[in-house]
């Protein structure tokens, strides 16, 4: 990854990205995540050691259902996340 930030969420907290962040990556480091992308009829559960790739513009809610670290970055050189643009 070419530049990740990493937050701590506690067991319930709620975090949440939007804009265009198709790209951005989601990591699990420790923990476990629920996430939801707008316009995504899925939701997705992401544990230690997975990732997820957002595919599209808009909001993305993060969840935490355990005390977890998650690294929010890009592949894409030159391009800081969670900064997202509209």
Partial sequence: MQ???IFHLR???LFSIKGNCAGTVICCRA???WLTQQGDPADHL????EDFAVSRRGL???SALAES????GTD????????CSS
Wanted: no cysteine; hydrophobic share 45%.
């Fill in 46 to 49: 992401i544990r230690a050691g």
């Fill in 76 to 83: 894409q050189p030159g391009v800081i996340s969670p900064a």
């Fill in 11 to 13: 067991d319930g907290e």
């Fill in 3 to 5: 530049s990740e930030n």
């Fill in 31 to 33: 923990g476990v995540l």
């Fill in 69 to 72: 670290e998650v690294g929010i």
């Fill in 60 to 62: 993305v809610l993060i």
